[in-house]
Structure formats: structure tokens, C-alpha cells
């Protein structure tokens, strides 16, 4: 009898630990999952924040480029007429700029891997790929009107006497802004202004297709919440 009972106590002790340990390791999962889930929450609020930020800076340059497309317009139709020196320097070194902002998109190759943080993430994967595609036409777009500029604009303008202190200040005002007067209507200039027209339009137009992808994107991390 010592023996049976000593037997059931022995195997009550054994199934004490067993549901011990079993309370244990579930704790610890709920535990780690917690923190997977907490790090993943936070993983997709910065990546929202940064997508947000960057389609702010974008529409800021999209409605920049389209006043001086606008311009552009207006001025190689040849309807707008300035008489007054100061204001047609102003106005070239106004359309020969452009705005343009450097965009540092998420790379997402940690959070979709194997060992991704954020989880069942299929249709972020390829959402974030789109977006990628659209961040890298913007950047080769880019490309066209900076060879423009260092290629075609500033040489045209050093060699029209536009002055390298006009150059180097990226057309903001100074003394030597009134120099360009001379070229406004200027068939040589009206040539550059054509082609940057064009590659600034196709420009704002793969703004807006970035625009487009990054919402998409912020609305899939807004489901992933």
C-alpha cells in the first residue's frame, strides 16, 4: 500500500511540473508574440510616417513644377511679353529652375524576408514593389533634366556671359541675375526651355505616379494594423 501510494504521489508531482513547465513555456509565448507584435506595430508606423513624409514633399514639388510649366507655356507661345529688363532676368532664372526632392523610400527586404518583421505581409510585398518601380522612374526622369542643366543650360549660359556666380547660386537673385535679360525671346534659350517643357512634364507625371503608389502603400499598412 506504502508502495501504491508512494507511486500516485510520485506521478502527481510529475504531472505538477509537466502543467507547470506547459504554463511556463505559454506564458513565454505570449510574451514573445506580444513583443513581435508590438515591434511590428512600430515597424509600420515608421514606415508609414516616412511614405507620408515623402508624398508631402512630393505634392509640394508637383505644384512648384506646375506653376513653371505654366510659364513655360504661356512664354514659348510667345503671350508673354515683359518690356522691363529686371523682370525678364527674373523670369529666365525662374523657369530655368525646377524643383526636385531627394526622396529616401523604405527598404523593405528586413521586413518581407524570411525573418520579416512584420507578419502575413503578401500584399505589402508587392505594393512596396510597385512603389519601388515608380521611385526609380521618378529618379531616372530626374537624370534627363539634370544632364540638361549640366550639360546644355550652364554652358549656355557661361557662354552667353550669364556670369558662374549665376551658375553656382542655382539662379537665385544677385548682381548678375539682369545679365540674362539679353536672352529672354532668345531662339538658343527658347530651344533649352522646349526640352526641359517636355522632361519636366514627363517628370510630374511620374511624381504623380509615385503619389498614387505611396497612398496605395499607406493603405495597405493601414490594414496591416
Known amino acids: 500500500m506504502k508502495s501504491g501510494n508512494y507511486i500516485k504521489y510520485a506521478l502527481g508531482e510529475i504531472v505538477l ?7 511556463a513555456l505559454s506564458i513565454n509565448n505570449w510574451n514573445e508574440g506580444f513583443k513581435e507584435r508590438k515591434k511590428e506595430a512600430l515597424t509600420i508606423g515608421i514606415l508609414s510616417e516616412e511614405i507620408q513624409k515623402n508624398m508631402e514633399l512630393m505634392n509640394e514639388d508637383l505644384v512648384n513644377n506646375n506653376q513653371i510649366l505654366d510659364s513655360l507655356t504661356v512664354y514659348l507661345k510667345s503671350e508673354l511679353v515683359k518690356t522691363d529688363d529686371f523682370d525678364k532676368a527674373q523670369f529666365i532664372s525662374y523657369v530655368l529652375n525646377y524643383n526636385w526632392g531627394i526622396l529616401e523610400y523604405p527598404t523593405l527586404e528586413q521586413e518581407l524576408g524570411p525573418n520579416r518583421i512584420i507578419k502575413n505581409a503578401v500584399a505589402l510585398s508587392a505594393s512596396f514593389k510597385a512603389l519601388n518601380t515608380a521611385h526609380i522612374a521618378l529618379e531616372f526622369q530626374l537624370n534627363y533634366l539634370n544632364e540638361l542643366f549640366n550639360t546644355q543650360t550652364i554652358p549656355y549660359l557661361l557662354e552667353a556671359g550669364a556670369g558662374s556666380d549665376l551658375v553656382s547660386t542655382m539662379f537665385q537673385y544677385n548682381r548678375e541675375v539682369p545679365k540674362l535679360s539679353r536672352l529672354y525671346g532668345a531662339e538658343s534659350l ?4 522646349s526640352i526641359q517643357q517636355l522632361f519636366l512634364l514627363s517628370y510630374n507625371g511620374r511624381i504623380k505616379t509615385l503619389i498614387d503608389r505611396s497612398d496605395e502603400t499607406l493603405a495597405t499598412l493601414k490594414g496591416l494594423k
Not at 511540473?17 to 504554463?23: A, H, R
Not at 527658347?190 to 526651355?193: A, K, S
Open 17 to 23: 511540473v509537466v502543467i507547470g513547465i506547459l504554463v
Open 190 to 193: 527658347n530651344n533649352i526651355l
